[in-house]
């Protein structure tokens, strides 16, 4: 099936470029000028980036599918044989150009972004250590492969989020994301190995050959891919282990782009498109994930609703856009997933580096109640901005239109009541979005003695070029209805298996027409209720601590959701702990394990005395010993 | 050789045996009670030469010419020994100017 492509050997280099970057920027760090380690890191991204698309045309122009590029032979014990090696198909290639491509902006931004940051070179050598871990995950050939990838990324991302580790905070947010991560990725190990106890081998294209002759809905294969699903559910932050990603916002805005927005975050989508042959043998798993997909994008916009801090609003839009992204694969557009994968990864970065350069201009300030009136003051931020929240409301011709209109319409072709839900949740992420707009850039300028300022050529560059792709990137998938021929879905087709047959037909042209009139109406309502609010009344959301409706209020406390992991899992841990500590530890393990040490002092105290070093002495122990020794020899 | 032994045998071997005796006991006193290292280095050699006297007596009585060739071997290991001893000896009265056994005190934990 592979045979072998000129020039695809280069494929190592993809990683190698920013591993590089990181050992410079890392172990050099102390010695490199100001701004060099920014300027190393993004040169070593962008490398990557360029390989990358060497490797997309060496693929297009051999004609071939799929390529496999082993590096070294990395576990060989008994019948187990694993290789360390890379999958090039269309699939990873999609991420790779995604990581390196946003990655190569994002790290460009933070060289203005973190240029008063004294640790600025240790910043950028996570950032390529981040990359580098993703670009693992994604070109990975086997699931260990994809595993050290999504390890890599789960580290990096507790070392960035607690990148300004002085504040507790921050810290406590680190932990948190460590943790709830720690959670899936359990269930992601163990769903390897019973993967590896089933097929005998943890390689891609040898399980999913061997899949293909297994039969729908056996129980192996479900159990299988829910552990898999866990882990997903926890690295792409859904239901119910959404909560460390909004609390992720410590970290460094750029940081928040990169990795809780473009790549990380989506490598739970990604590991379930590269698996869906697995998937598409159990429609229990699948049915499940359609059901935490929908939830997470419904509870997370609503919660969006109600939150007053910029990057809290991006960060709840994430968490609802990667249900968006879990409820396509749920209904086995697993292309329609990657696709959304890929204008989200647009859009959001730039959303997310536009508030970047907000919270730069106001000083650091992150409360959109306090903003205001940047329209004129942040024009290049604001036009950028506007281009992102059109795309994220899925308005046409944006990027978000296209991908989230595919998922609308398999949802519709599956069941109405999913297409209605699904849409309340679009409307919903139309609201708060068009709030936060409105609120940021509109009305007076609301915070006294602030002097905003445009930000630097070297944040707003990347921020343009992300305004056209966010414009734009929707054209790479253009569907029939507008007599495009969905070129993105295809190229992904061989790679990722099409979706499950569920006895649907297609709906027709005049009822998609239909759906996408019905919506854009529908959209234009609600910006135009955003607009009343916030723009005409000047309606600014209530102060912190006042009164509230039980509704509200329990929106804002984001349905207690932590309170209730709080309740549930923290507090019995902690006084399990306590437990241990004060009545375990302090009264029964400390002193055994001290008397012991005790004891042996003692017992040389007293034998130290006969070493004290008088030779007459010893010569005396001598004799006397041999003589007790013969008289011992004597008596018996 | 039938001479030697027959001279050796014109003594009753109990004599020898308290002789040596007598010899290592002198020689264990000295070490166990003497200060000067240089007494105590010659009454290890009385010990010695007192194991000799014994092992001769013992090979004359038995007739087994070995335990005479033993006696080589010892005297050979007792040069050697000496000569380490001394050298000890010398450095140490370099070092401490005297030759008092308990000065050597400093080896202890």
Same mark, same amino acid.
């Given at each position: 099936?592979?045979?072998?492509?000129?020039?695809?050997?280069?494929?190592?280099?993809?990683?190698?470029?920013?591993?590089?970057?990181?050992?410079?920027?890392?172990?050099?760090?102390?010695?490199?000028?100001?701004?060099?380690?920014?300027?190393?890191?993004?040169?070593?991204?962008?490398?990557?980036?360029?390989?990358?698309?060497?490797?997309?045309?060496?693929?297009?122009?051999?004609?071939?599918?799929?390529?496999?590029?082993?590096?070294?032979?990395?576990?060989?014990?008994?019948?187990?044989?694993?290789?360390?090696?890379?999958?090039?198909?269309?699939?990873?290639?999609?991420?790779?150009?995604?990581?390196?491509?946003?990655?190569?902006?994002?790290?460009? =931004?933070?060289?203005?972004?973190?240029?008063?940051?004294?640790?600025?070179?240790?910043?950028?050598?996570?950032?390529?250590?981040?990359?580098?871990?993703?670009?693992?995950?994604?070109?990975?050939?086997?699931?260990?492969?994809?595993?050290?990838?999504?390890?890599?990324?789960?580290?990096?991302?507790?070392?960035?989020?607690?990148?300004?580790?002085?504040?507790?905070?921050?810290?406590?947010?680190?932990?948190?994301?460590?943790?709830?991560?720690?959670?899936?990725?359990?269930?992601?190990?163990?769903?390897?190995?019973?993967?590896?106890?089933?097929?005998? *081998?943890?390689?891609?294209?040898?399980?999913?050959?061997?899949?293909?002759?297994?039969?729908?809905?056996?129980?192996?294969?479900?159990?299988?891919?829910? #552990?898999?699903?866990?882990?997903?559910?926890?690295?792409?932050?859904?239901?119910?282990?959404?909560?460390?990603?909004?609390?992720?916002?410590?970290?460094?805005?750029?940081?928040?782009?990169?990795?809780?927005?473009?790549?990380?975050?989506?490598?739970?989508?990604?590991?379930?498109?590269?698996?869906?042959?697995? =998937?598409?043998?159990?429609?229990?798993?699948?049915?499940?994930?359609?059901?935490?997909?929908?939830?997470?994008?419904?509870?997370?916009?609503?919660?969006?609703?109600?939150?007053?801090?910029?990057?809290?609003?991006?960060?709840? *839009?994430?968490?609802?856009?990667?249900?968006?992204?879990?409820?396509?694969?749920?209904?086995?557009?697993?292309?329609?997933?990657?696709?959304?994968?890929?204008?989200?990864?647009?859009?959001?970065?730039?959303?997310?580096?536009?508030?970047?350069?907000?919270?730069?201009?106001?000083?650091?300030?992150?409360?959109?109640?306090?903003?205001?009136?940047?329209?004129?003051?942040?024009?290049?931020?604001?036009?950028?901005?506007?281009?992102?929240?059109?795309?994220?409301?899925?308005?046409?011709?944006?990027?978000?239109?296209?991908?989230?209109?595919?998922?609308?319409?398999?949802?519709?072709?599956?069941?109405?009541?999913?297409?209605?839900?699904?849409?309340?949740?679009?409307?919903?992420?139309?609201?708060?979005?068009?709030?936060?707009?409105?609120?940021?850039?509109?009305?007076?300028?609301?915070?006294?003695?602030?002097?905003?300022?445009?930000?630097?050529?070297?944040?707003?560059?990347?921020?343009?070029?992300?305004?056209?792709?966010?414009?734009?990137?929707?054209?790479?998938?253009?569907?029939?209805?507008?007599?495009?021929?969905?070129?993105?879905?295809?190229?992904?087709?061989?790679?990722?298996?099409?979706?499950?047959?569920?006895?649907?037909?297609?709906?027709?042209?005049?009822?998609?027409?239909?759906?996408?009139?019905?919506? #854009?109406?529908?959209?234009?309502?609600?910006?135009?209720?955003?607009?009343?609010?916030?723009?005409?009344?000047?309606?600014?959301?209530?102060?912190?601590?006042?009164?509230?409706?039980?509704?509200?209020?329990?929106?804002?406390?984001?349905? =207690?959701?932590?309170?209730?992991?709080?309740?549930?899992?923290?507090?019995? =841990?902690?006084?399990?702990?306590?437990?241990?500590?004060?009545?375990?530890?302090?009264?029964?393990?400390?002193?055994?394990?001290?008397?012991?040490?005790?004891?042996? *002092?003692?017992?040389?105290?007293?034998?130290?005395?006969?070493?004290?070093?008088?030779?007459?002495?010893?010569?005396?122990?001598?004799?006397?010993?041999?003589?007790?020794?013969?008289?011992?020899?004597?008596?018996? | 050789?039938?001479?030697?032994?027959?001279?050796?045998?014109?003594?009753?071997?109990?004599?020898?045996?308290?002789?040596?005796?007598?010899?290592?006991?002198?020689?264990?006193?000295?070490?166990?009670?003497?200060?000067?290292?240089?007494?105590?280095?010659?009454?290890?050699?009385?010990?010695?030469?007192?194991?000799?006297?014994?092992?001769?007596?013992?090979?004359?009585?038995?007739?087994?010419?070995?335990?005479?060739?033993?006696?080589?071997?010892?005297?050979?290991?007792?040069?050697?020994?000496?000569?380490?001893?001394?050298?000890?000896?010398?450095?140490?009265?370099?070092?401490?100017?005297?030759?008092?056994?308990?000065?050597?005190?400093?080896?202890?934990?």
């Amino acid at each position: 099936m592979v045979g072998t492509i000129p020039n695809i050997n280069l494929a190592w280099l993809v990683p190698a470029f920013p591993l590089m970057g990181f050992l410079i920027t890392g172990l050099a760090g102390k010695h490199l000028k100001h701004n060099q380690g920014g300027i190393i890191a993004s040169a070593m991204i962008f490398f990557s980036f360029i390989v990358s698309v060497v490797l997309f045309f060496v693929l297009r122009s051999s004609g071939q599918e799929a390529a496999t590029v082993t590096l070294f032979n990395w576990i060989a014990v008994g019948n187990m044989n694993i290789p360390f090696a890379f999958l090039i198909d269309h699939l990873s290639l999609t991420m790779m150009l995604v990581v390196t491509g946003v990655g190569s902006l994002i790290h460009v =931004y933070s060289i203005g972004y973190m240029h008063d940051d004294e640790r600025v070179n240790s910043f950028f050598a996570q950032m390529n250590l981040f990359t580098f871990s993703m670009l693992l995950l994604v070109m990975g050939a086997n699931y260990l492969g994809l595993f050290i990838g999504w390890e890599g990324v789960g580290l990096c991302s507790y070392l960035l989020i607690g990148f300004w580790f002085k504040n507790p905070a921050f810290n406590y947010a680190a932990r948190k994301a460590f943790i709830m991560n720690r959670i899936g990725d359990l269930g992601f190990i163990l769903g390897i190995i019973l993967l590896f106890f089933t097929f005998k *081998s943890v390689s891609f294209s040898e399980i999913f050959a061997q899949a293909s002759l297994m039969h729908t809905g056996g129980p192996i294969i479900t159990l299988i891919t829910l #552990l898999l699903l866990v882990g997903a559910v926890g690295k792409s932050a859904q239901i119910p282990l959404y909560t460390w990603l909004p609390d992720a916002m410590a970290g460094p805005t750029p940081v928040s782009a990169l990795i809780h927005a473009a790549t990380m975050v989506t490598a739970g989508i990604y590991m379930i498109a590269r698996s869906s042959i697995l =998937y598409n043998l159990a429609p229990i798993t699948l049915n499940m994930i359609t059901a935490i997909g929908l939830t997470t994008a419904i509870v997370a916009a609503i919660i969006g609703l109600r939150q007053n801090d910029i990057k809290k609003v991006l960060a709840y *839009s994430t968490v609802s856009q990667l249900g968006y992204m879990f409820l396509a694969l749920g209904l086995g557009a697993y292309s329609s997933a990657v696709f959304h994968l890929t204008t989200h990864a647009f859009f959001k970065a730039l959303l997310f580096l536009g508030a970047g350069s907000i919270i730069h201009a106001m000083g650091g300030e992150q409360d959109i109640r306090k903003m205001g009136g940047l329209r004129k003051k942040m024009p290049v931020t604001y036009l950028t901005f506007l281009a992102a929240t059109l795309a994220i409301s899925g308005i046409p011709p944006f990027s978000g239109f296209f991908s989230k209109d595919m998922i609308l319409s398999k949802a519709f072709e599956n069941n109405v009541i999913l297409y209605i839900l699904a849409l309340g949740g679009v409307l919903l992420t139309c609201f708060y979005m068009f709030r936060l707009f409105y609120l940021v850039f509109f009305g007076e300028q609301r915070l006294a003695g602030s002097h905003p300022h445009e930000s630097p050529k070297v944040m707003t560059i990347p921020l343009i070029i992300l305004g056209i792709l966010s414009v734009f990137g929707g054209f790479l998938n253009i569907p029939s209805l507008f007599g495009g021929n969905l070129n993105f879905i295809n190229f992904l087709q061989g790679a990722v298996s099409s979706s499950r047959s569920l006895g649907t037909e297609e709906i027709s042209s005049t009822t998609e027409i239909g759906l996408v009139i019905l919506s #854009l109406v529908l959209l234009i309502l609600v910006i135009g209720i955003a607009y009343r609010t916030y723009v005409r009344k000047a309606i600014l959301p209530a102060e912190d601590g006042l009164p509230m409706s039980i509704w509200s209020r329990i929106i804002t406390n984001k349905f =207690y959701i932590d309170k209730t992991y709080m309740i549930l899992f923290e507090k019995p =841990y902690s006084s399990f702990s306590n437990f241990l500590f004060n009545k375990v530890e302090t009264k029964v393990l400390n002193p055994i394990v001290d008397g012991i040490g005790e004891a042996t *002092s003692r017992m040389g105290t007293l034998t130290r005395k006969l070493q004290r070093g008088n030779m007459s002495f010893y010569f005396f122990a001598m004799v006397a010993g041999i003589l007790l020794f013969i008289v011992f020899i004597l008596t018996i | 050789m039938k001479d030697i032994s027959s001279a050796i045998q014109l003594i009753p071997l109990e004599h020898y045996i308290l002789l040596s005796v007598a010899l290592f006991s002198i020689g264990l006193m000295g070490v166990l009670f003497r200060r000067n290292t240089i007494i105590i280095l010659m009454c290890i050699e009385l010990m010695f030469n007192s194991v000799n006297l014994l092992v001769t007596a013992f090979a004359a009585y038995h007739s087994d010419p070995s335990g005479q060739v033993f006696v080589f071997f010892i005297m050979i290991v007792a040069a050697a020994e000496v000569a380490v001893g001394l050298s000890i000896l010398v450095m140490m009265k370099r070092n401490v100017d005297s030759v008092d056994i308990n000065l050597l005190n400093r080896l202890k934990w």
